[in-house]
């Protein structure tokens, strides 16, 4: 009845285990390293004496070091370690919901409305804060949009949720080149085309006091419920026989994958192809429970993300967008991956 293969025997309880520790491992490493290197860089034990300065007082520690570390760099890469894993996690669960393998969080337009939401508020003031609003407010209700117009027609699908989904997102990418067009060439343009591409430069303790809990609550209740997503992979019948609310469950699923979504690109821009390459990159090492893909698919997340964002910072004098080279590995990575997995939603 279900569509999760027996995994292999490799994978049983200690070997899972390992492979979550490494990757816990790895990330705590990546983050070390990340708070390090930069156009100032700063030797690990100060890295380490910063945390926890204000725990434990270190005389020695120059105040520029700790303004670096904890004031620019800590805010960053804690920002990028939970968007990472938060649109991972949200690219798994969609394509759980929708079983298929070429879902994104973005599917139901939701990017595409926070980018005309970022776009329209950059063109009218430079305040961050209203950009950071808009561009998370449009992006919620682009997807309420895509779910009213899949209610117009009589038959309600998951299908004719995904096809409204792209009508909304081919509308509001219309209407962020209309931005774009009327926008003034010297000043406006540059920060929309910037910002659109992805960046986590200008992060700061605000931003994750205020994005923070929506993209660590989504993350929790997608965690708390990863096993009603492997329900729900085997088919509406199937579900509904096992006793499962399935307009309830698809509906916790898709509010919280789009407010990690909209919080995540209103505080970054858009950052693509996280959602959509590193779920199959899980299901390559755990197969797709999502019970063990879930947790996964966050640590891998976080440290992919976070050395990319590194990459971007410090392989040139100046930052490149985040998106593009985000773009530029995810898209032959994912042809190998399709390549591997054969395309299909079985494995």
Same mark, same amino acid.
């Given at each position: 009845?279900s569509q999760h293969?027996?995994?292999?025997?490799?994978?049983?309880?200690?070997?899972?285990?390992?492979?979550?520790?490494?990757?816990?491992?790895?990330?705590?490493?990546?983050?070390?390293?990340?708070?390090?290197?930069?156009?100032?860089?700063?030797?690990?034990?100060?890295?380490?004496?910063?945390?926890?300065?204000?725990?434990?007082?270190?005389?020695?520690?120059?105040p520029t070091v700790?303004?670096?570390?904890?004031?620019? *760099?800590? #805010?960053? =890469?804690?920002?990028? !370690?939970?968007?990472?894993? $938060?649109?991972?996690?949200? @690219? +798994? /669960?969609?394509?759980?919901?929708? *079983?298929? #393998?070429? =879902?994104?969080?973005? !599917?139901?337009?939701?990017? $595409?409305?926070?980018?005309? @939401? +970022? /776009?329209?508020?950059?063109?009218?003031?430079?305040?961050?804060?209203?950009?950071?609003?808009?561009?998370?407010?449009?992006?919620?209700?682009?997807?309420?949009?895509?779910?009213?117009?899949?209610?117009?027609?009589?038959?309600?699908?998951?299908?004719?949720?995904?096809?409204?989904?792209?009508?909304?997102?081919?509308?509001?990418?219309?209407?962020?080149?209309?931005?774009?067009?009327?926008?003034?060439?010297?000043?406006?343009?540059?920060?929309?085309?910037?910002?659109?591409?992805?960046?986590?430069?200008?992060?700061?303790?605000?931003?994750?006091?205020?994005?923070?809990?929506?993209?660590?609550?989504?993350?929790?209740?997608?965690?708390?419920?990863?096993?009603?997503?492997?329900?729900?992979?085997?088919?509406?019948?199937?579900?509904?026989?096992?006793?499962?609310?399935?307009k309830q469950q698809?509906?916790?699923?898709?509010?919280?994958?789009?407010?990690?979504?909209?919080?995540?690109?209103?505080?970054?821009?858009?950052?693509?192809?996280?959602?959509?390459?590193?779920?199959?990159?899980?299901?390559?090492?755990?197969?797709?429970?999502?019970?063990?893909?879930?947790?996964?698919?966050?640590?891998?997340?976080?440290?992919?993300?976070?050395?990319?964002?590194?990459?971007?910072?410090?392989?040139?004098?100046?930052?490149?967008?985040?998106?593009?080279?985000?773009?530029?590995?995810?898209?032959?990575?994912?042809?190998?991956?399709?390549?591997?997995?054969?395309?299909?939603?079985?494995?």
């Amino acid at each position: 009845m279900s569509q999760h293969p027996k995994r292999k025997e490799f994978w049983g309880k200690r070997n899972y285990s390992v492979l979550r520790i490494t990757l816990i491992l790895l990330l705590a490493f990546t983050t070390l390293i990340s708070l390090m290197v930069g156009r100032f860089e700063v030797p690990p034990f100060d890295v380490i004496a910063a945390i926890f300065s204000g725990i434990i007082p270190c005389q020695d520690l120059s105040p520029t070091v700790k303004s670096v570390i904890v004031d620019v *760099r800590l #805010p960053r =890469v804690l920002a990028v !370690i939970i968007v990472g894993a $938060a649109l991972s996690v949200a @690219g +798994a /669960a969609f394509q759980g919901l929708f *079983r298929n #393998p070429l =879902v994104s969080p973005d !599917i139901l337009g939701v990017s $595409a409305g926070a980018g005309f @939401g +970022a /776009a329209l508020a950059l063109l009218l003031t430079e305040n961050i804060f209203i950009t950071q609003l808009f561009a998370f407010l449009l992006g919620i209700f682009a997807v309420g949009l895509a779910y009213l117009i899949s209610r117009v027609y009589k038959v309600s699908s998951t299908l004719t949720l995904v096809l409204a989904g792209i009508v909304v997102a081919a509308l509001f990418q219309a209407l962020t080149s209309l931005v774009k067009y009327v926008a003034d060439p010297l000043n406006k343009l540059p920060a929309i085309v910037f910002w659109l591409m992805g960046s986590f430069n200008h992060i700061s303790n605000s931003d994750l006091l205020v994005a923070g809990p929506l993209l660590l609550g989504g993350l929790l209740i997608l965690y708390l419920i990863r096993w009603r997503i492997n329900v729900l992979s085997m088919g509406d019948e199937d579900a509904r026989a096992l006793g499962v609310d399935i307009k309830q469950q698809k509906a916790i699923i898709i509010v919280s994958a789009t407010v990690i979504s909209a919080a995540a690109v209103s505080i970054c821009g858009i950052v693509g192809w996280i959602g959509l390459v590193i779920p199959h990159v899980g299901r390559l090492l755990v197969g797709p429970d999502h019970k063990l893909l879930i947790p996964i698919v966050a640590l891998v997340g976080a440290s992919y993300l976070l050395i990319v964002d590194t990459v971007a910072r410090t392989i040139t004098v100046t930052e490149i967008p985040i998106g593009i080279i985000t773009a530029l590995v995810g898209a032959p990575v994912f042809a190998y991956l399709l390549r591997r997995t054969q395309t299909g939603w079985k494995q």
